[in-house]
């Protein structure tokens, strides 16, 4: 019955709705930090999964006509599939090549007309630099002028984004963080200035400044966890209509995926982190504050 | 008063020792100036002086609201003058203090307020409802226990201040002015409970002005003048207390 008593006048304490909402905002855009940065990862793994150990090879449109690029894709192949390393050889049909440029070029007889490079998909055995360096090479003896994209500085890049997004996201998680810690420790001070006297009588009537300490920090969790919900819950929304925007998009410019379940345990344990961060902070502002005295 | 002889904590010693005490305020002129002072177990005093001769400092020396600059102070035996916090808030629990302004909680009830020493010290709420039920009808406030400090006069918040003071069943009592809002009957009895008090082993120390009410009864006086302390007998010579 008594577990939620609490010694402290708190209704009429002026600083805790602040604290609340701006719990509130704090946990909405470390929620949104979280989302970005496991979309960006999820969807970079995927095409990072999708084309390492791939090699697209390219026969350029010659002079000489359709038939001798033909011929010259032919010996390609037949080069590759000989060759040790390599897992599948394939050239890529005129008509998903120009399926693939869709979303890009639309389509119809323009398109259809237009000259375009035969595509050779290659699925390696291995992955490794050397092997990659192999095949390139046997490519390059049987047509000179192939055009070999082993995706390499494409996926750096790609990878190199990724990590950008990680930094910026832990970025933003440091800020949070630091910016909820201080609030509590002012908003407490305030609240210690403004109970003064009921401190006071508390340690006068036998209470040690633990328990002191404890009613604040009772307090500040309660906040944490309120306020962090109230995050949650106005996060709900915007993240659904994002969503619901993103699978609007063509899934060939934008692959579709799902989120990892780190991301919504992530999000779930926002209101618990920043409930136990504000408890820890209230108790040990209490705590430094009252040693100093008497 | 079944709820006063439930506890017994004896401690070596006297209740209260002082040795050449000093206090001062950050930089200010000394208030109290070597001041010794022996209070043994179950002893009863009166403390007497001007306005301003610095008896509400001496007591919060004893409440241990304020450390002494110079000299040293023992309470229960105990020397508090370098104690760590947390042995300071054990010791105040053996205390019972009645501020000259209550200080009581005004946004907690008559009976919270009461309670309050006995629920921080973690007491059981079946006791804590049995002892302050009866505690407040003993200083006649049966019909307040819900009502907020500032609902009540001056003398109901008196009588509840009262009441927090000695619900904990303290060793000592330090009461400033404790009947200074109160008609004569019922100053009468409060006095009834601080003396019920004293019979039952606690020491006890009242500052007031009120000369009728020191010579009232048999107890010395503690009289502190431009920061000298003396100890006078009572001036109540014969009179014995009809209580």
Do not use: C
């Amino acid at each position: 019955m008594f577990a939620f008593r609490s010694d402290l006048p708190l209704r009429r304490d002026t600083a805790s709705r602040f604290v609340l909402w701006l719990v509130m905002v704090l946990v909405f855009m470390a929620s949104l930090a979280v989302t970005v940065n496991s979309y960006v990862n999820v969807l970079l793994a995927d095409w990072n999964q999708s084309v390492s150990g791939t090699l697209t090879v390219q026969i350029p449109v010659t002079a000489a006509g359709d038939k001798a690029s033909a011929a010259a894709v032919a010996k390609v192949i037949d080069v590759l599939k000989r060759h040790p390393a390599v897992a599948k050889a394939e050239a890529v049909p005129r008509a998903k090549v120009i399926e693939l440029l869709k979303p890009w070029l639309g389509e119809g007889d323009a398109v259809a007309d237009l000259p375009l490079p035969a595509l050779i998909d290659v699925q390696l055995g291995s992955k490794g630099a050397d092997a990659v360096a192999a095949v390139t090479a046997s490519i390059k003896t049987a047509a000179p002028d192939a055009v070999i994209d082993d995706h390499r500085v494409w996926l750096e890049r790609v990878m190199g984004l990724a990590e950008g997004f990680s930094v910026l996201a832990l970025t933003i998680m440091v800020l949070v963080t630091s910016a909820l810690g201080l609030t509590i420790v002012f908003a407490t001070r305030a609240s210690l200035a403004e109970f003064a006297q009921v401190i006071e009588v508390l340690h006068v009537v036998g209470a040690k400044d633990g328990y002191v300490a404890g009613q604040f920090a009772r307090r500040a969790l309660a906040q944490g966890l309120l306020g962090g919900a109230a995050g949650l819950l106005l996060y709900a929304p915007a993240l659904a209509l994002v969503a619901w925007l993103a699978s609007r998009v063509d899934p060939e410019v934008l692959p579709h995926t799902t989120l990892p379940a780190a991301h919504w345990l992530a999000l779930a344990g926002m209101p618990f982190a920043a409930g136990i961060l504000a408890m820890l902070t209230a108790h040990i502002t209490v705590r430094r504050s009252l040693s100093q005295k008497v | 008063m079944s709820l006063l002889r439930k506890k017994d904590e004896s401690y070596a010693g006297d209740t209260v020792n002082m040795t050449g005490v000093g206090l001062r305020y950050d930089g200010g002129p000394d208030i109290l100036n070597d001041l010794s002072l022996t209070i043994p177990q179950r002893s009863f005093h009166f403390l007497t002086g001007p306005s301003g001769a610095g008896k509400t400092s001496l007591l919060s020396l004893m409440y241990l609201a304020n450390r002494p600059t110079r000299g040293s102070l023992s309470l229960f035996g105990e020397d508090v003058t370098a104690a760590k916090r947390n042995r300071l808030a054990a010791i105040r629990r053996r205390l019972g203090v009645v501020f000259q302004d209550f200080r009581l909680l005004d946004h907690m009830t008559a009976f919270d307020n009461v309670a309050l020493p006995l629920r921080i010290a973690g007491i059981g709420e079946a006791v804590v409802q049995h002892n302050v039920g009866e505690l407040l009808n003993w200083v006649g406030l049966e019909d307040y226990k819900a009502a907020y400090p500032p609902a009540l006069s001056g003398g109901q918040q008196q009588r509840v201040a009262i009441a927090r003071a000695v619900v904990n069943r303290p060793k000592l009592i330090l009461a400033d002015e404790p009947t200074g809002n109160v008609d004569d009957a019922i100053a009468m009895r409060l006095m009834q409970l601080f003396v019920e008090l004293h019979k039952l082993g606690a020491s006890v120390i009242i500052a007031t002005h009120n000369e009728p009410l020191v010579a009232r009864f048999p107890y010395p006086r503690l009289h502190l003048d431009k920061g000298i302390l003396s100890v006078l007998p009572t001036t109540s010579g014969q009179i014995a207390v009809g209580l």
